[in-house]
Every structure is written in C-alpha cells, then in structure tokens.
C-alpha cells in the first residue's frame, strides 16, 4: 500500500521498521545488535531517495519511544529531516500535503530531540501452542446441523505461536462418517484468491487457526471436534493458508458460508 498519509506511520515501510525492530528487543536481541539487524534486512530500502528517510526516522522514533535511541541514527534521522529528504514526496502533493508531513516530521524531531525516556523492556507476547498434529481431522456442526471436516494439513510455528493450517474436505451431512470414509474425502477445491473472496461462500478452503490471546478458545471451545486421523497428502507441505484467523471466527465463517451455499 506504500504511503496513505503524512504522519510518520502511515506509510507501510514505517510501520514493518517499528514492528521489526520491537519484535527482536521483545526477543531479547542486544540493542546494537537489534539496529544492525533492521539496517541489514532494510537496506535496499534504505538506498531508496523516498524510503531511505522513513526507515531512519521510524527507527530512531521506535527507539527513543522505549529510551533505546542509538546517537548514529539519530544523526542519520535529523540528517533527513533538515535536508527535507522526507518531505519530497509530499511536496509534490500540495500545500496542504506538505504542510501535514512538516507537523509530522516536527513532532518527530521533538522524539528524537527531547529528553529521553527511561530504558524499558519489552516482554516478549504471549504464545499459544497448538496441541493439534499433522493428520488429524475435526469436525464443526453447523447451525443448519450439517457436519464440515477440516484436516490438518500441517503445523505452522512462528514467534506468535504455533498453529494448523485446515483443509476443508468434501463433505457436508448430518452424521459424521467413519474413519475409513474420512480417508477417502476430497480436499474441497480451492478458489483462485482475492479480497472478494472472503465475503462469497466457500471461497476460501485453507485456513491457519490460532489463539489469538489467553482468554479466547480453543478449538475445542469454538465448537470444534476432534473425530479422527488420516494419512498426510502429498501437497500438504505445499499447502498454504488463505486466510489467518482464529478458532471462534472460523466457525462463525463456517456457519454463514454453509447458509448462504450449502456444499
């Protein structure tokens, strides 16, 4: 999406710089060696005549905010700001633009300027760890009391946490079959993805499940159930979710989908 207005953080390079680099002092990574890592991964940005100067300023504001101010990157910020190399783009878009980003770009100034807040730690988030393995199938009862089975396909870990990616099978009846039959279902066909596909039915088939905090359910809680294994397939490491949500979303997708058209 780039740039959708003049303050420092609403452009998307901005905020991957200030999510990036809180994620690693969150990971307990050195100060020196959190700076090296996000200059390192933003390099290509930072040649960039229009990126470059956001990548410093978003950093050296994320790191005043937490008293973490590096002297080198604050230079570089302070650098862009009097040589107006963040207020290029904005120029070229009108007064009105322009005089935005110079508010924008003052008030960061002040961050990096003003006196400095105290050292804070920031601890890492919390991480939900699915009990759920590769092969196992679940069922969900519909309000229209119809059985869905979703397969896991495989397991996907992430600093977030550890999560299924689901694969719809073919199959939508009032009984749940028997593991033998479970083998024999089809993955349900998937749609060629795109924004519009989350509002029509069925159209999306793969789905990564989490927990999104510690009061949310699991999917047990969310009115799924655990009803059998079945052999992995051999696409399943290839398999990749269209959609990321959570255990009580999921079901509630499930239920409307099902309604608006019934497999």
Not at 25 to 47: F, K, M, V
Not at 83 to 104: F, H, I, S, T, Y
Not at 167 to 190: F, G, H, M, Q, T
Not at 199 to 216: C, L, M, N, Y
């Amino acid at each position: 999406m780039g740039a959708w207005g003049p303050a420092l953080f609403s452009d998307d390079v901005a905020c991957d710089v200030r999510d990036d680099y809180r994620a690693l002092i969150e990971d307990g990574i050195d100060d020196d060696d959190a700076t090296r890592q996000i200059l390192n991964s933003y390099a290509d940005a930072l040649d960039d005549p229009d990126d470059g100067p956001v990548v410093w300023l978003a950093l050296a504001v994320t790191q005043s905010k937490i008293g973490r101010l590096d002297a080198a990157v604050a230079e570089r910020a302070l650098a862009a700001i009097s040589a107006d190399e963040a207020l290029r783009l904005w120029r070229e878009q009108g007064p009105v633009a322009e005089a935005k980003r110079k508010m924008a770009l003052a008030k960061a100034r002040d961050q990096i300027t003003g006196p400095q807040p105290a050292r804070r730690r920031l601890r890492a988030p919390w991480r939900h760890v699915s009990s759920l393995q590769p092969g196992d199938v679940l069922s969900y009862r519909t309000q229209g009391g119809s059985y869905l089975l979703l397969r896991v396909a495989r397991i996907e870990a992430t600093r977030l946490g550890v999560a299924p990616i689901l694969v719809l099978l073919e199959y939508a009846l009032p009984k749940i079959p028997r593991s033998a039959k479970i083998n024999k279902l089809r993955d349900r066909a998937e749609p060629q993805r795109s924004y519009a596909a989350l509002d029509q039915p069925w159209g999306i088939t793969r789905f990564h499940a989490s927990v999104r905090k510690e009061s949310d359910p699991d999917y047990d809680g969310a009115g799924f159930s655990r009803v059998g294994t079945i052999k992995p397939r051999n696409t399943d490491v290839g398999v990749v979710a269209g959609m990321f949500t959570w255990w009580s979303q999921l079901g509630a997708d499930l239920d409307r989908w099902m309604k608006d058209d019934p497999l």
